[in-house]
């Protein structure tokens, strides 16, 4: 059962960047691709038989609830127009995140996150604001958003947008520890 919903997950993540790749011009930069290549190779990882910690599977899952909930927040609801966008956004922005959480909550029962892991998780978001700060000129505009105004960055509102991120990912990822732990708890008789 473990293994199928594996293969299925990562079968919606590589459809998914199918599509972006086919869709978008140059989806590589974008925080939803970049989670759902980590999310690809940490599934392949596991299908292959190999072990991970906590703190590994806990990062990637905390990556897919963050591209899920700012999807949720932030994107009009993907049309039923169809078409690679369409796909794409649906399995990208979607079902992979939701897949994610089932992981998270279903298998691997053993693995207990620690306290301090959502303050780790944050390695890679920061890496990636960086990325959008010293690349943001560069990048089109639908992925700097409002952060470029005539093509400056306006410092106040990257910091702010960054720190509401950052506050974000640590919240989401208590509550993924949180959650984590009701499923691993045993039953009361």
Known sequence: MR?????????AAVGGLVCATIALQNPWVTFTVQSNI???LYYLWRLLGRETSATVKG????YLVITGTVAFLALPLP??????????NLLLHCVTPVMAIVDWVAFDRSLRPGWSDPLKWLAFPLAYAVLVLVAAPALPRRMARRYLHDDVLVWTD???????????????GYALIGLHRLATRPLAN
Do not use: E, S
């Open 158 to 172: 990257y910091a702010l947008a960054a720190l509401a991120f950052v506050a974000l990912f640590v919240a989401a």
């Open 79 to 88: 049309d039923l127009g169809g078409g690679a966008r369409h796909w794409g």
């Open 38 to 40: 980590v999310l690809t």
């Open 3 to 11: 293994a199928m919903w594996r293969i299925l997950l990562v079968a």
């Open 59 to 62: 990062a990637v899952t905390l």
